[in-house]
């Protein structure tokens, strides 16, 4: 029966109709909507922080940095796996330490690798790296520890209006330092320290993690875990929903103060979702949706009827 209907002719009444024309005012209208929104909603296309930008912005941080990392001091230097072997610095869960688990696996010596290569690779290498190799790792510990402590003291942190003391070669490498991130330069050096063409931002971004210009423009733009939680969007915009149960966790004591935060929301998560996983095998969990008749309620029409 139903052959035979799709068979006969129509003898309905019949009209033009336009498939260019609709295809093309869909396209415009939806086109000029989503240009619309996304112009009203979308989050700001902030441009990108380079070491450029921060030393151009604030020298004087950029320089305290630069002195953390020769001292071996920075965030970066005490980090840990997998990219130094600091004791006592991953994090466990109980006893096991989970964090050096895979080792050293992008081993980064942050004096070396922030400081004296960069500036060996300039054409002409400054004096001051060869008189930092002659010095032994307790003058360099000294030394930065010295020129960090008269850092502190200047007016507005200023390496220009450091007073006199025994800092070594460290205000020199810090100064030529900053003027190789000024022009741009030590950007392209870290960056294509592997390989030329490589798009590895591993070390440009630590070195710009172990600052206090980066973390402040992360803050500024409600960025941090106390405000919208771990997310891609800038400015006062929630980001991935997805991640809510993420930033709660991290917000509960006393995995909030804990050192081994990371490790315990993970660890936490990785239990959640298992769970999650195996609902239909759990006996009690299973039954749940038979005891707690929700879907009744949204589907209502059709039991009604059933």
């Not at 869909?26 to 441009?47: I, K, R």
């Not at 915009?237 to 006393?254: H, M, N």
């Not at 996983?277 to 759990?282: A, C, K, Q």
Request: hydrophobic share 40%.
């Amino acid at each position: 029966m139903r052959n035979d209907i799709a068979g006969r002719p129509w003898r309905g009444r019949a009209r033009e109709y336009d498939l260019f024309k609709e295809l093309t005012v869909g396209v415009m209208v939806v086109g000029l909507l989503v240009l619309g929104l996304s112009a009203v909603f979308s989050s700001p296309d902030d441009p990108s922080v380079t070491l450029k930008s921060w030393a151009t912005a604030a020298p004087a941080d950029f320089v305290a940095t630069a002195t953390a990392e020769l001292g071996g001091t920075s965030k970066t230097a005490g980090y840990g796996p997998p990219y130094n072997a600091t004791p006592d610095a991953s994090q466990k869960l109980g006893p096991i330490d989970l964090q050096s688990f895979s080792g050293v696996r992008i081993p980064i010596d942050t004096a070396n690798d922030f400081v004296i290569s960069p500036l060996q690779s300039l054409p002409s290498s400054p004096s001051a790296v060869s008189d930092w190799k002659a010095g032994t790792d307790k003058q360099h510990v000294d030394w930065a520890a010295a020129y960090t402590d008269a850092l502190s003291k200047a007016p507005d942190n200023d390496p220009a209006k450091v007073g006199p003391g025994d800092y070594g070669p460290v205000p020199a490498l810090t100064g030529t330092l900053l003027g190789m991130a000024q022009q741009g330069a030590l950007d392209g050096v870290l960056q294509a320290k592997d390989s030329f063409y490589s798009t590895d931002y591993t070390r440009s971004t630590l070195f710009l993690g172990d600052g206090t210009y980066f973390p402040g423009l992360a803050d500024t733009a409600h960025l941090t875990g106390d405000q919208w939680g771990m997310m891609n969007e800038t400015g006062n915009y929630p980001g991935q929903s997805w991640l809510w149960l993420f930033s709660f966790v991290y917000q509960v004591q006393p995995i909030k103060s804990s050192p081994n935060a990371d490790i315990l929301v993970v660890s936490i998560m990785a239990v959640l979702t298992l769970l999650l996983t195996l609902v239909p095998f759990i006996p009690g969990l299973r039954s749940l949706p038979r005891r707690i008749p929700i879907h009744r309620l949204i589907w209502k029409d059709y039991y009604r009827r059933r």
